[in-house]
C-alpha cells in the first residue's frame, strides 16, 4: 500500500536547501532543474563536484556554499534535500528540519523523509509522475522509460484542443464538467488514440 500524496510543486516560488555536493547531491540538483529550470536552490558543501560548479557558473539562481552545513542554512528555507555521506549528520539535519517545519528528503534514509523524489514522464504539458513507494528507485526508472514509449508525442495538441473547449463552455460548474466528461468519454473506450477520439 502506497500511502504517499502526489503534488506538483512550483520551486520557482520556494527556496530549496540541497546539503551534499557529491554525486546524490548532483542528482537531485538535475531533477529539480529538469523539472522546474527556474527554482531557487542553494547548495551547501564542502566538497562539489565539477559538474555542480559548472551548472551554477550558468543559473544565477543557483546559490552555491563551499563549507560544512550549519542549523543557519535553513532559514528561509521551504524544502530540503539531505545527500552527505555521513549518515548520522544527515539524520541530524533531518531532525533540525523537522522542529523548523521544512519538509525534508534524506537520500539515504527513505524512514525519515517527508518527501520521496520520483520518476518523471514528460510530453509536452504532460507530466507524469511515479512512486514506487521507495521498493524500487529503478522500477520506476524503467517503467518511466515504458511509458515514455507508449505516449504518443503530440498529445499536447489534444490538451490544446481540451483548453480551447474548457475555455469556451459557457454556463455553471455542473454543466462545464459535465460537457467535458461527454466529449472525452470516447477517450475510455478501449484502445482508442487520443488524437482520434478528439
Ligand atoms: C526516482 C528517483 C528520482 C530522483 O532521484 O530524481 C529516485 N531514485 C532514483 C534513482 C536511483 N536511486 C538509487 C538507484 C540505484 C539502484 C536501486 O537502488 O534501485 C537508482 C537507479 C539509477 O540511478 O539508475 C539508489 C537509492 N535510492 C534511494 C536509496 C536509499 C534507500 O532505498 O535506502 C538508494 C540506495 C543507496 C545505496 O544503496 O547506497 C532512495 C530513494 N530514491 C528515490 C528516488 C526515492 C524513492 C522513489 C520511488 O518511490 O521509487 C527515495 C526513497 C528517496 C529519494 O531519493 O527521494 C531516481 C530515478 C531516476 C530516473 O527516473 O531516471
Ligand atoms: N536516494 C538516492 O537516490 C541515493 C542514491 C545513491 C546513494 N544514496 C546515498 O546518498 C549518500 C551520499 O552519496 P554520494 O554518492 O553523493 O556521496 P559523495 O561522497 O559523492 O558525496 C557526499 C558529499 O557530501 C558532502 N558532505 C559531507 N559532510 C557534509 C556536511 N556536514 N555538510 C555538507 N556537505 C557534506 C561532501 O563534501 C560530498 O560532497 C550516501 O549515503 C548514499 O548511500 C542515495
Keep these: 500500500m502506497n500511502n504517499l500524496f502526489p503534488i506538483f510543486l512550483k520551486l520557482e516560488n ?14 537531485k540538483i538535475t531533477a529539480v532543474l529538469d523539472n522546474s529550470p527556474e527554482a531557487r536552490v542553494t ?13 551554477a557558473s550558468q ?32 539524520k541530524r539535519i533531518a531532525a533540525i528540519a523537522r522542529t523548523r517545519h521544512i ?7 527513505p524512514a525519515i523523509c517527508d518527501f520521496y523524489l520520483s ?4 510530453k509536452g504539458n504532460l507530466k507524469v509522475a511515479i512512486s514506487t513507494n521507495g521498493m524500487s528507485p529503478t522500477f520506476a526508472k524503467r517503467l518511466k522509460e515504458v511509458l515514455g514509449d ?21 454556463g455553471d460548474f455542473a454543466h462545464k464538467v459535465d460537457e467535458l466528461n461527454r466529449i472525452t468519454a470516447v477517450l475510455t473506450e478501449k484502445k482508442k488514440d487520443i488524437n482520434e477520439a478528439l
Design 119 to 122: 520518476s518523471v514522464v514528460r
Design 43 to 55: 547548495l551547501v558543501s564542502p566538497e562539489i563536484r565539477q559538474e555542480i560548479l559548472d551548472l
Design 59 to 90: 543559473n544565477s539562481r543557483i546559490n552555491l556554499i563551499e563549507r560544512k552545513f550549519n542549523d543557519d542554512d535553513l532559514d528561509e528555507k521551504d524544502l530540503v534535500i539531505v545527500a552527505t555521506n555521513d549518515k548520522e549528520e544527515n
Design 103 to 109: 519538509l525534508t528528503n534524506v537520500a539515504d534514509t
Design 150 to 170: 507508449a505516449l504518443p508525442d503530440n498529445l499536447d495538441t489534444a490538451m490544446e484542443q481540451l483548453k480551447a473547449v474548457r475555455d469556451m463552455l459557457k
Design 14 to 27: 520556494l527556496h530549496t536547501l540541497i546539503v551534499g555536493g557529491g554525486y546524490v547531491g548532483l542528482e
